[in-house]
């Protein structure tokens, strides 16, 4: 069997990755501070025997006994007002952490993948954002300290790969949804099925003519799992094109959710980027992947997992 690590695990994305590697046979080892994770994510998996759990922050010297085939490197703060609020954990899981796998994967001799952002491209001047675009990024303004680790983890990850020929892969994601985010992670999509639920109006920030794409979760998960096992070493962008206004979102949202609360209007955080588009004809070439869940679907679904929730957790997600 093979066996790999899943840094990250209890959060969004990792813990849906760690479902889907069990799921395909492998023995997953998950790692995670719980900083912006949490453990009910994964509760469901530590009565498997091809799962363990280490409680570490890979920021800090990070060591797994036995064998290693892959490593997924996911740790990191992913939502505006976690990384604004936890700014050199942020730097430093982006570049020490980073470093810190690299090295692991080299001693092991594993594969390595790690999750850069569509955020690298910044308030980008191409539209839609490809691969080659180098991106337009403040590196001093606040956004800039997840951007620019980011930046640097994909730096240092090429520089593996050229100087020590180390296996290595780096997806670029795009705004990605689904159950398991967190309710009060101010993304937007907890933000507005929150509101809509407690009977709060919806927050849009500045006119609601920036633009973002979404992609359902089990989407970018086959998209990652694809790129890591294919033999391609460049970035990739992995994300839905469909791309709509956050105005526009907001209001079906309102449909979606039956709500009679109004749409009202905050200002703008800075540097947020004005228009976001994957162009994944890489993707499709070399991967042969392409989104499946339309976002009404994946919105029913995303819904459905919220609904769910408590009336104490929802209460918590209040700000
Ligand atoms: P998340 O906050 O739900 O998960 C991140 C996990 O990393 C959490 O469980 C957190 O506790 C853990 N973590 C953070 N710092 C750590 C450290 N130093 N040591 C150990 N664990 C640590 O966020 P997510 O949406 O699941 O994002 C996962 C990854 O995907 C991140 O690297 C993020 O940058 C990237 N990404 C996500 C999106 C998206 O739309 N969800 C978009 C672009 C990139
Ligand atoms: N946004 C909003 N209201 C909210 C939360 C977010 O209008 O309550 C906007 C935000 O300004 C951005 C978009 O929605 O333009 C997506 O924000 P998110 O934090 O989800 O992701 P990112 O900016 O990283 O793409």
Redesign the pocket.
């Given at each position: 069997m093979k066996r790999i690590l899943i840094t990250g695990a209890a959060g969004f994305l990792g813990s849906h990755l760690c479902d889907k590697f069990i799921a395909e046979g492998y023995r997953v080892v998950g790692m995670d501070n719980l900083i912006t994770g949490d453990l009910k994510n994964i509760n469901h998996l530590f009565k498997n025997e091809n799962f363990e759990f280490y409680h570490h922050d890979v920021s800090k010297f990070v060591h797994v006994a036995g064998q290693l085939d892959y490593i997924l490197h996911f740790a990191s703060p992913a939502?505006?007002?976690d990384y604004l609020k936890i700014p050199i954990q942020t730097l430093k899981v982006g570049s020490l952490g980073t470093h810190n796998l690299l090295g692991l994967a080299k001693e092991k001799n594993a594969r390595i993948l790690i999750a850069s952002t569509?955020?690298v491209y910044g308030d980008p001047l191409v539209h839609p954002q490809t691969e080659e675009y180098y991106g337009n990024v403040n590196t001093i303004g606040p956004r800039g300290v997840y951007d620019e680790a980011k930046r640097f983890q994909e730096s240092i990850t090429m520089a593996y790969h050229r100087f020590h020929g180390l296996e290595t892969r780096i997806v670029r994601i795009f705004?990605t949804y689904g159950p398991r985010m967190r309710l009060n992670d101010?993304?937007?999509?907890p933000?507005?099925i929150g509101?809509a639920l407690r009977g709060e109006d919806?927050?849009?920030?500045?006119e609601?003519d920036?633009t973002?794409s979404f992609c359902y979760v089990d989407d970018q998960v086959d998209g990652i799992y694809k790129l890591l096992l294919s033999d391609y070493a460049e970035p990739v962008n992995i994300g839905n094109p469909h791309e709509i206004t956050?105005k526009d979102?907001?209001e079906e949202i309102i449909k979606l959710t039956g709500t009679d609360q109004k749409i009202i209007y905050?200002p703008?955080?800075k540097d947020?980027?004005m228009q976001?588009q994957p162009d994944i004809s890489r993707a499709k070439e070399i991967l042969g992947w392409e989104p499946k869940v339309n976002r009404a679907e994946g919105m029913k679904i995303t819904y459905d997992y919220f609904k769910s929730l408590t009336d104490e957790e929802l209460r918590k997600s209040e700000h």
């Open positions: 939502s505006p007002i569509s955020e705004n101010g993304r937007v999509i933000a507005f509101q919806l927050t849009v920030f500045g609601g920036q973002r956050i979102f907001a905050k703008l955080p947020d980027p976001r």
